[in-house]
C-alpha cells in the first residue's frame, strides 16, 4: 500500500487524533526501514555468471589453425587453451574425432591413420601470434612421431585462414597456390583445388628449374 492510500484510510478511522498520526507515524517509519537489497550478492552471482559464460565461450573460439597436407588436406582450429574445437577436412572424410583433444596428440592421432602415407607432409600453422605458431612448431617437432620431425613446416597470419576458406582449401594447400601463382601466373585456382601438395611441390620444382635456365 502507498503513502496516499495509507493516509486516506487513516482519515476515515474514527480516534483521537494523537493516537491516529502516532500509529501512522509507526506504519510509515517501518515502511521505510524495508531490509536492504542484496546488491553486493547480486553483483557477485552477475560476475560468477559472466565469468562462467566468458569462459565458455572463449574455449570455442579458436585462435590457432593446424593445416596437414598430403594426399589429403585436414585442418584443425585450435583455442587459446591448445585444445582442437574444429576440424575442416578437404578430399578426404575425417573417421577419427580429434576434438577437444590437445593439438600435438591431434596431429599424431591424423597422422597416424590411414588419411595421411607420412611421406610428405605439409604442416602449416597460422594465428596472430607469429612466436606462438613457432611454439607451437617446436612442440610438434619435439613430438616422438617421425614424420611429425621430418614434416616440412610452414607459418601463415590469421588473415590467410579466412581467405584459403573462401577458395575451398586448406591453409597449406592455399599457401602453396599462392607461391606457384607467383611463379606461374597462368595457374588457376580451380587447377591448385584439385592437385595434392606432392603435385604441387612438382610443379613448383619444374617452375624453378625454368627460372634457373632463364636466369642462366
Known sequence: MTENKIKEAFQEIKADDTLK?????????????????PTKLVLTTALLL????????????????????????VELHVN???????????????????????YTEAVTTLLDSDLFSNSNVVIT??????????KMIQNLQHCSNTCMANASYNTADSEMIAQAKECDMSLGKYKMYLILKEMD??????????MTMQEMHQRMGKEMGKMMKESG
Open 125 to 134: 600453422v597460422a594465428g596472430n601470434n607469429e612466436e606462438g605458431c613457432q
Open 185 to 194: 601466373p597462368t595457374i588457376t585456382l580451380e587447377e591448385a583445388q584439385n
Open 21 to 37: 498520526q502516532h500509529t501512522l507515524d509507526t506504519i510509515l517509519s517501518k515502511q521505510t526501514k524495508k531490509k536492504p537489497f
Open 80 to 102: 587459446m587453451y591448445q585444445k582442437v574445437v574444429s576440424v575442416s577436412t578437404y578430399d578426404t572424410t575425417l573417421t577419427t574425432s580429434v576434438n577437444n583433444m590437445g
Open 50 to 73: 559472466l565469468t562462467a559464460v566468458g569462459g565458455i565461450f572463449s574455449y570455442t573460439v579458436p585462435v590457432y589453425a593446424i593445416s596437414l597436407d598430403e594426399d589429403a588436406s
